[in-house]
């Protein structure tokens, strides 16, 4: 039955199966059945099995899909791949066409989410013209050469490069043993403008993180411009500018002050600034975010908006104890930065661990608790998560925006 699958996702652990008949090839196309004496035989699905992984199989089509018993009656698991990719490809650019994307103002987005568009282990992101395909399965490195046509038959786009997270492959195969069929090359440069929410960002995909940019914020970059206009903004962990620009372009924002610890993210930061012609109201600060707020604490500068979105500080559930305690003292040095006539912290985790922990309330507890730890007083308003396009994956994103009430009155008189 589908009580074989993990929760909610289309992942079946090798426990879960009988014993097979014979030796199956790692990474073999593999329909999924079930049979009862009430029901007799149902189709599960079609997947790629892999008996090294902690996931024995991942499945790519729903047996309760109507297109199954077409793609099921092909007669080689070459056309069966191809044809199943391509329907779920198709699939994702209608999902995304239904959210406006592309559209007006944005062309970069998440086309396929991994296990939310039943492409386990792959994510496909579109760049303007560019396309990246990030790989953390083995299935879709040994079948990357049909993952690639179909992407470029889906987009229209010829130029589609393929990155792997080698350390998930590895665990996922069992060992180094794929890299020996993986053609390594450098990764050329070539900067590209891409837009989002009508913000210009000079791309490019050989100086940047994981795919190239963080689109799952793009929904909450839009909804802080809205709350932009005529305020300072202090955007920390800034990474290319992306708060800092949508605040200023979209928003109306008088000022925007990044701050991040990479140089490289920095310099980017400030090329955005340029290509969109806000260079005179944008500054970048190469620092560590927490000397950063310390030295402004005591400088005694102050901002409207506070924008707190660091790295990932809870990888695992292992670490989230200290994790916990960063975000505190992260988030009270934000809110102390905050106007004394008030003003606004929209603050984010990255960590599945934090959005997840205490039935979902660790992040905002630990936040509300910060606020208070600074002296102020002040409530979360709304709580948000990623943008529709990265929806139907694990839950990890969160933010939450934050009024911080006045400490002194319209006087200025504390």
Same mark, same amino acid.
């Given at each position: 039955?589908?009580?074989?699958?993990?929760?909610?996702?289309?992942?079946?652990?090798?426990?879960?199966?009988?014993?097979?008949?014979?030796?199956?090839?790692?990474?073999?196309?593999?329909?999924?059945?079930?049979?009862?004496?009430?029901?007799?035989?149902?189709?599960?699905?079609?997947?790629?099995?892999?008996?090294?992984?902690?996931?024995?199989?991942?499945?790519?089509?729903?047996?309760?899909?109507?297109?199954?018993?077409?793609?099921?009656?092909?007669?080689?698991?070459? #056309?069966?791949?191809?044809?199943?990719?391509?329907?779920?490809?198709?699939?994702?650019?209608?999902?995304?066409?239904?959210?406006?994307?592309?559209?007006?103002?944005?062309?970069?987005?998440?086309?396929?989410?991994?296990?939310?568009?039943?492409?386990?282990?792959?994510?496909?992101?579109?760049?303007?013209?560019?396309?990246?395909?990030?790989?953390?399965?083995?299935?879709?490195? /040994?079948?990357?050469?049909?993952?690639?046509?179909?992407?470029? #038959?889906?987009?229209?786009?010829?130029?589609?490069?393929?990155?792997?997270?080698?350390?998930?492959?590895?665990?996922?195969?069992?060992?180094?043993?794929?890299?020996?069929?993986?053609?390594?090359?450098?990764?050329?440069?070539?900067?590209?403008?891409?837009? %989002?929410?009508?913000?210009?960002?000079?791309?490019?995909?050989?100086?940047?993180?994981?795919?190239?940019?963080?689109?799952?914020?793009?929904?909450?970059?839009?909804?802080?411009?809205? /709350?932009?206009?005529?305020?300072?903004?202090?955007?920390?962990? +800034?990474?290319?500018?992306?708060?800092?620009?949508?605040?200023?372009?979209?928003?109306?924002?008088? #000022?925007?002050?990044?701050?991040?610890?990479?140089?490289?993210?920095?310099?980017?930061?400030?090329?955005?600034?340029?290509?969109?012609?806000?260079?005179?109201?944008?500054?970048?600060?190469?620092?560590?975010?927490?000397?950063? /707020?310390?030295?402004?604490?005591?400088?005694?500068?102050?901002?409207?908006?506070?924008?707190?979105?660091?790295?990932?500080?809870?990888?695992?559930?292992?670490?989230?104890?200290?994790?916990?305690?960063?975000?505190?003292?992260?988030?009270?040095?934000?809110?102390?930065?905050?106007?004394?006539?008030?003003?606004?912290?929209?603050?984010?985790? +990255?960590?599945?661990?934090?959005?997840?922990?205490? %039935?979902?309330?660790?992040?905002?507890?630990?936040?509300?608790?910060?606020?208070?730890?600074?002296?102020?007083?002040?409530?979360?308003?709304?709580?948000?998560?990623?943008?529709? +396009?990265?929806?139907?994956?694990? %839950?990890?994103?969160?933010?939450?925006?934050?009024?911080?009430?006045?400490?002194?009155?319209?006087?200025?008189?504390?």
């Amino acid at each position: 039955s589908r009580s074989i699958f993990t929760g909610s996702t289309n992942l079946v652990y090798l426990s879960t199966l009988p014993p097979l008949q014979s030796p199956l090839p790692q990474y073999s196309l593999v329909r999924l059945t079930t049979t009862s004496p009430e029901t007799g035989v149902q189709n599960l699905g079609i997947g790629v099995y892999n008996p090294s992984s902690t996931y024995a199989v991942r499945l790519l089509l729903d047996g309760r899909d109507p297109f199954f018993p077409l793609v099921s009656s092909l007669s080689t698991s070459s #056309e069966m791949m191809r044809s199943t990719i391509a329907l779920i490809l198709q699939r994702c650019v209608m999902a995304r066409g239904l959210q406006g994307l592309p559209g007006e103002g944005t062309d970069c987005y998440r086309l396929a989410n991994g296990d939310g568009d039943m492409l386990s282990g792959v994510s496909v992101d579109v760049f303007g013209d560019d396309v990246v395909v990030m790989i953390q399965a083995g299935w879709a490195v /040994m079948w990357r050469e049909v993952l690639v046509g179909c992407v470029k #038959e889906a987009t229209g786009k010829e130029n589609v490069r393929v990155r792997v997270g080698w350390d998930r492959v590895k665990t996922d195969h069992g060992g180094d043993g794929l890299r020996e069929v993986w053609e390594e090359g450098g990764e050329e440069g070539g900067v590209t403008v891409i837009k %989002e929410n009508g913000v210009k960002y000079l791309y490019d995909h050989a100086e940047t993180q994981k795919t190239g940019f963080y689109t799952d914020q793009r929904d909450n970059r839009r909804m802080l411009a809205g /709350m932009a206009r005529g305020k300072k903004v202090l955007d920390l962990c +800034c990474y290319v500018g992306s708060f800092s620009l949508n605040a200023v372009v979209g928003g109306g924002a008088i #000022e925007a002050t990044g701050v991040d610890s990479s140089a490289r993210a920095v310099a980017q930061a400030e090329g955005n600034a340029l290509a969109n012609g806000v260079e005179g109201k944008c500054t970048f600060v190469k620092e560590d975010v927490a000397k950063f /707020m310390r030295r402004k604490g005591e400088e005694g500068e102050r901002w409207d908006v506070v924008v707190l979105d660091p790295p990932k500080l809870a990888p695992t559930v292992k670490g989230l104890s200290r994790a916990v305690t960063k975000y505190a003292t992260l988030n009270r040095d934000a809110v102390k930065l905050i106007s004394p006539s008030g003003g606004v912290l929209l603050t984010c985790t +990255c960590s599945s661990a934090m959005t997840n922990g205490g %039935e979902g309330r660790l992040f905002t507890d630990t936040v509300v608790k910060a606020v208070r730890n600074a002296g102020r007083t002040g409530r979360v308003v709304k709580k948000t998560h990623t943008a529709g +396009c990265h929806a139907g994956g694990s %839950e990890y994103l969160t933010a939450l925006t934050v009024v911080v009430d006045p400490i002194e009155d319209v006087n200025g008189t504390r």
